[in-house]
């Protein structure tokens, strides 16, 4: 079992940023992938950013070049960096962790924590 919690979200201006941070606990957390998924009202979740437990990353199209995705395994966090922040980023963020034999979208979750980008 996992536990995860997402803190940092909030109210930023367009052209802001905001970093998230996914604190894990309850396993052993180098072991799983990380993921940022974000949902924004009327719409489907989706993929924002994605690390695996050797590093490997990959970003949505939509965040690439704004976002930047890490880890920490000795704090068991995962983080978001985002830049240059848009109103189309606003969404409820969501952490994920899922283990080496898990397909993306399965595994554990936190709670969300709610990013709006607005003037």
């Known amino acids: 079992q996992v536990q995860l919690v997402e803190s940092g979200g909030g109210l930023v201006q367009p052209g802001g940023s905001l970093r998230l941070s996914c604190a894990a606990s309850g396993s052993i957390f180098s072991i799983y992938a990380m993921a940022w998924y974000r949902q924004a009202p009327g719409k489907q979740r989706e993929l924002a950013a994605d690390?695996?437990?050797?590093?490997?990353?990959t970003y949505a199209d939509s965040v690439k070049g704004r976002f930047t995705i890490s880890r920490d395994n000795a704090k068991n966090t995962m983080y978001l960096q985002m830049n240059s922040l848009k109103p189309e980023d606003t969404a409820v963020y969501y952490c994920?962790?899922?283990?080496?034999?898990?397909?993306?979208?399965?595994?554990?979750w936190g709670q969300g924590t709610q990013v709006t980008v607005s003037s």
């Open positions: 690390i695996t437990a050797g590093g490997s990353i």
């Open positions: 994920n962790a899922r283990g080496p034999a898990s397909p993306k979208g399965r595994g554990y």
